[in-house]
C-alpha cells in the first residue's frame, strides 16, 4: 500500500506492488510446505515457446534478498543498460 499526504490537501493512494509471485511446494524430506518466491521478467507467457535463465537463489524470502535480486534483474534488464541477455529485455 502507498500512502502519500501533500501539504496542499490530503491525498491517499492505495496501489498494489507486485514483484512476483508465491508458490508453495511439499518437501518429503523436511516434512513441511517450502514457499517459492518467483520473479518472471516483463513479457513472460507461459504460452510461449521462449527460454529463460534461472536464477536459483537460496534463503531468498521476502524478507531477505529476493527483493534485491529480483529488483537487479529488473534494472539490468533496462533496454538503456543491457547487462542481462535477452530475452530479459
Known amino acids: ?3 502519500q499526504n501533500h501539504s496542499a490537501g490530503t491525498c491517499s493512494l492505495s496501489q498494489t506492488f507486485i514483484l ?7 518437501s518429503e524430506e523436511l ?3 517450502r514457499v517459492l518466491n518467483i ?3 516483463a513479457g513472460y ?3 510461449s515457446a521462449a527460454t529463460y535463465p534461472v536464477i536459483y537463489l537460496l534463503d531468498g524470502a521476502a524478507d531477505e ?5 529480483a529488483g537487479l534483474v529488473q ?3 533496462f533496454p538503456w543498460v543491457e547487462r542481462l541477455p535477452p530475452p530479459f529485455w
Do not use: R
Not at 512476483?20 to 511439499?26: F, K, M, P, Q
Not at 534478498?65 to 535480486?69: A, E, K, L, V
Open 31 to 33: 516434512g513441511e510446505n
Open 65 to 69: 534478498d529476493f527483493i534485491h535480486i
Open 75 to 77: 534494472f539490468c534488464s
Open 39 to 41: 520473479y518472471l521478467p
Open 20 to 26: 512476483g509471485h508465491i508458490d508453495t511446494l511439499y
Open 45 to 47: 507467457s507461459p504460452d
Open 1 to 3: 500500500m502507498f500512502s
